[in-house]
């Protein structure tokens, strides 16, 4: 009565992309970051419109008219932000009107949600191309301020009553932080090691730089250009006209842990705790807040075989799993042993890669220590992770994903696994295989 039963569809990466990442310019900084005076749609547009161009260029009968959705992950929807960016981001990229889009927030998830949603509606067939991304302009709506923006407002912000009992808005993810490195015993040192490492891969990706292009494309855009005049003794700001900026390399890497390593650290040791008095969790070990977009394009892998489009690597399995919310940072344990089992049993020894998002030094060795892995493995974010490139809260899961893709592709390597933790005490997590 109801026909055959429809065999899941396979998956396959054909392109992934993302855009320098700028440093934050939020709470009365001195120095803004390079993205200050560009909009959020802008960031986002430039890495679809790229990746769209990209797509088109390995395959004349690409017509991307036949993009079915895209979906982008973005944490604040306020603002530029808001109104639905994922179609928002269609209209500005100049994708064809039939292509739909929609948006989502799983907190830090959110990025690499939007690839496991599309992945999942190809492999069941309810689409053959689908476009994921992530944005966060933190220099513009740095956490928090969708419920700031509401209080602002003066509208209702009730709680529910049946949270009382489990305070986890009240808890600040550093804290969280602070509390994986008591229960898994981590020192001070072990966490600013790591977080010199992240900065000394990631200088090590930007130096080679026939595969840091391959992965990182510029953003070009017009923008006004000011000088200051005092006015009445007064210093105002005039606009002259417009200017055409190019931003092409990563903002937030600090080479110098790589050229003077011992120094580096040293500094880094010396930086104080910034959420427990006495604490381990410090600047130095924790993720930089950032301005980013990425976007990645994804097929069945029979469509991509009738445009002639060799794939990347196919989307082997996808777990979510939820944790202690208080601790909260603790997810992507069990969502990485799901998403394992889902693989046919693969375990850590198969993984190549290990895409662990860096929220905090912490959560990362705390996830070396459940599997067994050397804090300093070259396969944990071997080009580097959010500590060095930063942590744009919806666009991370696509950056990073970005990154292990790519990273298949230089290496040869065969599987990469990525996860993330979030908010809440929720974990992700995707494991890849490179397409031979």
Known sequence: MFGKKKELKECVVVDAVRIPIGRSGWKGMEKKGMYADISAQDLLATAVETLAKRVQEKSSAFDTKEIDDMAVG??????EQAGNLGRIGVLAAGLPDEVAGWTIDRYCNAGLQAINSQAHAIMSGA?????????????????????????????????????AKRPIFGVVMGAAAEMVAEKYKLTREEMDKFGVWSHQKATKAMRDEAWYKKRVVP????????ETKMVDGKEVKERKGMVKKRFDKDETVRPQCLDDPAGSLAKIAKLEARFKKGGMVTAGNSSQIVDGAAACMLMSREKADKLGIKPMAR?????????????????????????????????????????????FASPVLAFCKEFDVAYDDPKINPTGGAIALGHPIGASGVIYFTEMVWELMHTGKRYGMQTLCGGG??????????VS
């Not at 069990?334 to 998002?357: S, V, W």
């Open 315 to 359: 989307i082997v399995s996808t777990a979510v799993a939820g944790h202690e919310p208080l601790i909260m940072l603790l997810g992507p344990i069990p969502a990485m042993k799901k998403a394992m089992a889902r693989a046919g049993g693969l375990t850590m020894k198969d993984i190549d890669i290990f895409e662990a998002n860096e929220a």
């Open 74 to 79: 973005c944490l604040s929807q306020v603002g």
């Open 219 to 226: 953003l070009e855009i017009e923008m006004p250009e000011y």
């Open 127 to 163: 689409g053959d191309i689908m476009i994921a991304a992530g944005v966060e302009h933190m220099t513009h709506y740095p956490m928090g301020t969708s419920m700031l923006v509401a209080q602002q407002a003066h509208l209702p912000v009730i709680m529910s009553k049946r949270l």
């Open 425 to 434: 005490g929720v974990g992700i997590a995707t494991i890849v295989e490179r």
